[in-house]
């Protein structure tokens, strides 16, 4: 792929979005196609496979802040002939008539790398690009594997307590037959001797000194003589790999949980990028959450508001008894201390108990008949339900 090429290539397009999207929309654009497209869900489709990868390679340019600046400065100056067929054009400058060395080095060190296929960052886009006095050699950075995006889903108590998951991901890792080398095993990469290791060459065009990836090494700085057989000599094979994933206690819907080192792995050696795992909590019939907080309501009869009563509830890990005191009211709130989602920090937070008043819908002859004499006991007693009530006036 040359310099122009990688440039060139459409982003935004890959994901459906327009040039002036948010993080948010290129973000849902992205799960949406990576869904779509999963190799998991479209089994011997190439076309889907060659998809997904394109979108990969899309998310990890746009979902990055710097990276998606530095991709849409160097478009703008594609589109607006600031790069020629052969180097940069000197009236695209300052003011034109000035000697300029152009050094594209840091701008498409990791492109070369990455070629058709992968999607690493741009690095220090401009370094080095209207750097004045001679041509400088600048060293290729490996380049690190892209991020992967991935979710779970979890029931409630899990995702209070904490829980270890197994995830299924398909995805390019370090391959297994030469571990990340590239090279045939028993064989190492050697120094390219075209760059002597620098990844880029510089070459003079009149007054310009124009540095771009070397052709021989595609930007690597080493060459494969005898490349693996199950990888072609990149290091990464896509392959499909079960990981444990350790959710810690309290974590919340649409949370995301980082893992270093778990996602796409780096060409020939490099740092593999990272794993997200966004969490989805399924809403529980009992219990609700406030922070650390546990909630859920008990309904209660009449006469175990009015009387008072032990009555025992559901907590996270099993059951505990609630005094409820004589007189309680219709919606009161009970805390019991401690019984709530553990905290990071130690401790844990609380459960908060709500009652109901829970009134019969039909009543036999013996209870409609007491009913009755304590109606006349509540109104020979002076009680007034409705005393104080606004609706009085």
Not at 176 to 204: D, I, L, Q, Y
């Amino acid at each position: 792929m040359t310099q122009r090429e990688w440039v060139e290539k459409d982003f935004y397009a890959d994901l459906g979005v327009s040039s002036d999207a948010s993080a948010d929309e290129i973000r849902t654009a992205y799960r949406k196609l990576s869904k779509k497209y999963h190799p998991d869900l479209n089994p011997g489709d190439k076309a889907a496979e060659e998809r997904f990868k394109a979108v990969s390679e899309a998310n990890s340019v746009l979902s990055d802040e710097k990276k998606k600046a530095e991709y849409d400065e160097a478009r703008r100056l594609f589109a607006s002939g600031g790069f020629g067929q052969g180097g940069f054009h000197p009236g695209a400058g300052r003011g034109g008539g000035y000697t300029t060395d152009f050094d594209l080095g840091d701008l498409f060190g990791q492109a070369g790398a990455g070629g058709a296929g992968g999607a690493g960052g741009f690095g220090d886009l401009f370094g080095g690009l209207f750097n004045r006095g001679g041509a400088r050699q600048t060293t290729t950075k490996p380049r690190r594997g892209n991020d992967v995006e991935t979710e779970t889903r979890l029931d409630f108590r899990e995702a209070a307590l904490g829980v270890t998951v197994p995830l299924r991901l398909t995805s390019p890792s370090s391959c297994t037959t030469c571990h990340g080398s590239g090279a045939k095993p028993g064989t190492s990469p050697k120094v390219c001797p075209k760059c002597n290791g620098n990844g880029v060459v510089t070459r003079n065009q009149g007054h310009f000194g124009f540095s771009e990836p070397c052709a021989e090494c595609r930007g690597t700085g080493s060459v494969v003589e005898d490349p693996c057989g199950d990888c072609a000599g990149t290091g990464v094979t896509t392959r499909t790999r079960t990981i444990t994933v350790r959710v810690p206690a309290g974590v919340n819907d649409g949370q995301r949980i980082r893992l270093a080192g778990q996602g796409e792995a780096g060409l020939r050696g490099a740092p593999s990028g990272d794993l997200y795992v966004t969490v989805h909590v399924t809403p529980d019939p009992v219990f609700g959450r406030t922070g650390d907080d546990i909630t859920l309501m008990v309904p209660l009869g009449f006469s175990e508001l009015a009387l008072g009563t032990t009555v025992s509830v559901p907590t996270l890990d099993g059951r505990v008894g609630v005094k409820v005191p004589a007189g309680t009211a219709d919606g009161r709130t009970l805390r019991v201390r401690g019984r709530g989602v553990p905290k990071r920090g130690g401790g844990a937070g609380d459960l908060l108990v709500t009652v109901k008043a829970a009134v019969p819908p039909k009543l036999d002859d013996a209870a409609t008949e007491a009913l009755e004499l304590y109606a006349k006991a509540e109104r020979e007693s002076g009680f007034d339900p409705r005393a104080g009530w606004a609706g009085n006036r």
